[in-house]
């Protein structure tokens, strides 16, 4: 059992810079595949990124390559996601997810509420 809570979304001009982070409480994070997931507005919820339980392996969809960046402290119990150069298409909800494995065959059994990002052009 572990709870998930994500914090800094925000309104954010086209090519500026958001940092969100999921910090997670019932338990460590330490084994724990962690990822980021967003649903955009009439889209079904696709994933960003993740990372397996050092972090030492890291997974985006191509959309986002060279613009985000997935990182975790385990010691904060904390994983965040360094967002740059914004486009209004990543105007999404997104959510922080604790799991077995990530990367192509990642499974997830735990999730935040949620975090907007807004994007204007």
């Known amino acids: 059992q572990v709870q998930l809570v994500e914090s800094g979304g925000g309104l954010v001009q086209a090519g500026g810079s958001l940092t969100l982070s999921c910090t997670a409480s019932g338990r460590t994070i330490t084994t724990y595949a962690m990822g980021w997931f967003r649903q955009a507005p009439g889209k079904e919820r696709e994933f960003v990124a993740d990372?397996?339980?050092?972090?030492?392996?890291?997974y985006y969809v191509d959309s986002v390559k060279g613009r985000f960046t997935i990182s975790r402290a385990n010691a904060k119990n904390t994983v965040y996601l360094q967002m740059n150069s914004l486009k209004p298409e990543d105007t999404a909800v997104y959510y922080c997810?604790?799991?077995?494995?990530?990367?192509?065959?990642?499974?997830?059994?735990?999730w935040g509420q949620g975090t907007q990002v807004t994007v204007s052009s």
């Open positions: 990372c397996n339980w050092s972090g030492s392996r890291t």
């Open positions: 997810a604790a799991g077995q494995v990530a990367g192509p065959d990642r499974k997830y059994n735990y």
